[in-house]
């Protein structure tokens, strides 16, 4: 079964960091394109990051550019983000999801809660 | 303010045919780019509902149908069921190849 789990959310106070991991099986993650999407309590849907199935080719929304950094272990099956000076309008379910060769986001894993509060 | 914009609800009996627009921009969509579209029941995670603009994966009914032209895409519904309740989102790419959403729409089946 092709699968998605994301890890590492929490509570963190305004300015600390937090790495979130997300776990692929039951396709070859190695070839396909990742990407991170958050979505703040009631609000809609928010690309944050993608990054290439080699890494070659990373990209940021503005909002997070300087403060996140994408990256990925394809021997290890893993995407993270590591999410540093973090802000409360950071708070989100954030959810990773795969690029189909169409650029479609086709698998999207279950999300991981971000709070930022004092 | 999101890059592409949707109505916030629309609604519609049963059976009826409820349509969704998402409008972009000579950057976005009206560049070339695919539009693809999600369902999120609530809860849940997004679902994949359409991708490369009219195409449906597999699973998906083909009361689903997406369709594109110029700066703008439409998603319509026809045999509305009560399960179709959900927030749809639209999806395309921009010049610098970044990700955008249209800001959701909520259907409510009456």
């Known amino acids: 079964e092709v699968q998605l789990v994301e890890s590492g959310g929490g509570l963190v106070k305004p300015g600390g960091s937090l790495r979130l991991s997300c776990a692929a099986s039951?396709?070859?993650?190695?070839?396909?394109?990742m990407n991170w999407v958050r979505q703040a309590p009631g609000k809609g849907l928010e690309w944050v990051s993608s990054?290439?199935?080699?890494?070659?080719?990373?990209y940021y929304a503005d909002s997070v550019k300087g403060r996140f950094t994408i990256s990925r272990d394809n021997a290890k099956n893993s995407l993270y983000l590591q999410m540093n000076s973090l802000r409360a309008e950071d708070t989100a379910v954030y959810y990773c999801?795969?690029?189909?060769?169409?650029?479609?986001?086709?698998?999207w894993g279950q999300g991981t809660t971000v709070t930022v509060s004092s | 303010q999101s890059v592409l914009t949707q109505p916030p609800s629309v609604s519609g009996a049963p059976g009826q045919r409820v349509t969704i627009s998402c409008t972009g921009s000579?950057?976005?969509?009206?560049?070339?780019?695919?539009v693809h579209w999600y369902q999120q029941l609530p809860g849940t995670a997004p679902k994949l509902l359409i991708y490369?603009?009219?195409n449906r994966p597999s699973g998906v009914p083909d009361r689903f149908s997406g369709s594109k032209s110029g700066t703008s895409a439409s998603l319509a519904i026809t045999g509305l069921q009560a399960e179709d309740e959900a927030d749809y989102y639209c999806?395309?790419?921009?010049?610098?190849?970044?990700?955008?959403f249209g800001g959701g729409t909520k259907l409510t089946v009456l």
């Open positions: 990054i290439s199935s080699s890494s070659s080719y990373i």
């Open positions: 000579s950057s976005n969509i009206g560049a070339g780019y695919d």
């Open positions: 039951g396709f070859t993650f190695s070839s396909y394109s």
């Open positions: 999806q395309s790419y921009d010049s610098s190849l970044s990700a955008v």
């Open positions: 490369g603009n009219s």
């Open positions: 999801a795969r690029d189909s060769a169409g650029m479609a986001m086709d698998v």
